[in-house]
Each structure stands twice: as structure tokens, then as C-alpha cells.
């Protein structure tokens, strides 16, 4: 009876055994998956940064509103829209974001 119940808390002892081996590899898992995520949760941050530093690269105290009427007019004749400076403008920026935000999506 002895050698049974010795037999049975050595089973016993071994599956306990093996649910906390499965618990600290799970554990190890979910440490890894965390880690992952910080570091890419990191690295959507440092785009974020990078944008705001475009957003804050031209300030008005250096580059003032320019008259855009006036702007329009001389540019005009010379051949050239203001249209077409705003554009190439607004793709020069949103190119520059897009390659950001790229980058941080790979």
C-alpha cells in the first residue's frame, strides 16, 4: 500500500511538474511577444517624433506668411502658377511623410 501511495505522489509530483515546465514556457512566450510588441510600439513612436519634426521645421517666426495674392501675380508673369508651387509643395511634404510611415509599417 505504502509503494502505491509512494508511486502515486511520484505521478502526481511529475505532472505538476510538467504543467509548471508548460507554464514557464508559455510565460517565456508571452515575454517574447510582449517584448516584440515594445519594440514596435517603439518604433511607430520614433515616426511619430519624425513627423511632428517636419510638422515643426518651417515656423512662422523664421518663414512668414507670404502676401499670396502678390505671390500670385508675380508669379504669374513669370509663366508660373501658384497652383503649381502649392502642389509641388504638398507632394514634397506628404512624400516625405509617406516615406515615414512607410518605413515604420515595414
Same mark, same amino acid.
Not at 509548471?20 to 508571452?30: H, L
Not at 520614433?46 to 500670385?72: G, M, S
Not at 504638398?90 to 516625405?96: A, C, D, K, P, T
Given at each position: ?9 511520484? *505521478? ?6 510538467? *504543467? ?20 514596435? %510600439? ?30 500670385? %501675380? ?33
Amino acid at each position: 500500500m505504502a509503494d502505491k501511495a509512494v508511486m502515486l505522489a511520484c *505521478e502526481h509530483a511529475m505532472l505538476i511538474g510538467t *504543467e509548471i515546465a508548460e507554464a514557464v514556457n508559455n510565460a517565456d512566450v508571452r515575454l517574447d511577444a510582449c517584448t516584440k510588441l515594445a519594440e514596435r %510600439v517603439d518604433d511607430l513612436q520614433q515616426a511619430l517624433h519624425k513627423i511632428a519634426q517636419w510638422a515643426e521645421a518651417y515656423p512662422l517666426t523664421v518663414f512668414p506668411e507670404p502676401d499670396l495674392a502678390k505671390a500670385r %501675380v508675380l508669379l504669374e508673369t513669370g509663366g508660373i502658377t501658384l497652383d503649381s508651387v502649392s502642389a509641388h509643395c504638398m507632394r514634397h511634404v506628404v512624400e516625405g511623410v509617406g516615406k515615414i510611415a512607410r518605413a515604420a509599417l515595414r
